[in-house]
């Protein structure tokens, strides 16, 4: 079989497709990205063109999930942007509630930053006292964070503390990873959503940590994936996104600006007359 390469006007029918389903954008430097990472479906089922395998997408709702995973960027790591841990670490101290706190990594990936915040949480409060929802519109990586199972590399920014309480170093065929505790795991859920659409089963939280995905979004998309999010935030609860990331232009009155990276919500009659 000739090497297969993908063309413009291929790369752009892809590119429509993924806007319209996940909200990415991508430029046009990402058309060799795209030919790699979808080259192995090419191989799969034999194909001469990228077209035919655009075809089988629009086809197969399981191959465009295929697809979408595939074009997805999941880089991750435990307790990545520290500050937000050591907020988080402060939040919890001052948290007086008898209600059960809240959290949900939007777009979680493999699920690190979910139980990085899961070990925070419970090195300070009862374990019936929190839970952690990860979710992400890639199958495989919320397969994975399920799993809780890790390369040992990435026990590097656990402290020891943490890590010789929640991390247990594989052994035989599971050597050179590590398991979350799976005691801590119990209160850590994992679920495949799309942030592009409402997700109102998920309940409302106290804190939403959404890092490292707006990058991938238009302005317009960033609004409405916003707007979402705060469908699914109680009155006074906070928002985190990252440290190289920002709200400007999406005019979100009902967020303020609470700390660089992190947002409150307002009452709802914020700015009313009396
Ligand atoms: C770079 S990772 C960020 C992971 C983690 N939040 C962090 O900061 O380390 C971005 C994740 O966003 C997910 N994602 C992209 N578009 C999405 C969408 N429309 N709905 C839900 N998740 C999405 C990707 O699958 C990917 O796992």
Redesign the pocket.
């Known amino acids: 079989m000739s090497i297969v390469k993908i063309t413009k006007s291929e790369f752009e029918k892809f590119s429509a497709l993924i806007f319209d389903e996940?909200?990415?954008t991508l430029s046009e430097h990402k058309q060799s990205l795209m030919e790699s990472r979808f080259y192995k479906r090419i191989i799969h089922y034999e194909l001469a063109s990228f077209e035919a395998y655009y075809q089988i997408c629009i086809n197969d709702s399981r191959e465009k999930i295929e697809m979408l995973n595939l074009i997805?960027?999941?880089?991750?790591?435990f307790f990545?942007?520290m500050d937000h841990f050591k907020f988080l670490k402060e939040y919890l101290l001052n948290y007086s509630s008898d209600m059960k706190l809240r959290i949900w990594?939007?777009?979680?990936?493999v699920g690190?930053?979910a139980y990085s915040i899961a070990m925070v949480c419970d090195s300070l409060l009862a374990s019936n006292m929190w839970e952690v929802l990860g979710?992400?519109?890639?199958s495989h990586?919320i397969k994975k964070a399920r799993m809780g199972l890790y390369p040992l590399t990435w026990s590097d920014k656990i402290s020891d503390e943490f890590r010789h309480k929640y991390c247990l170093k594989g052994k035989g065929k599971y050597e050179g990873e590590f398991l979350i505790n799976r005691q801590l795991a119990k209160n850590v859920r994992f679920q495949t959503?799309?942030?592009?659409e409402v997700n109102s089963e998920f309940g409302r939280f106290d804190l939403v940590?959404?890092?490292?995905?707006l990058i991938?979004f238009n302005v317009d998309t960033r609004k409405k994936?916003v707007q979402n999010i705060i469908e699914n935030m109680k009155i006074g609860s906070l928002l985190i996104i990252?440290q190289t990331e920002n709200l400007n232009g999406l005019n979100l009155d009902e967020l303020e600006q609470i700390q660089p990276s992190i947002f409150k919500l307002r009452e709802k009659n914020y700015g009313a007359r009396t």
């Open positions: 996940v909200g990415i997805t960027t999941n880089e991750t790591y990545r942007e990594s939007a777009a979680s990936s690190a930053e979710s992400d519109i890639n990586v959503n799309n942030l592009l940590y959404l890092r490292n995905v991938y994936v990252s």
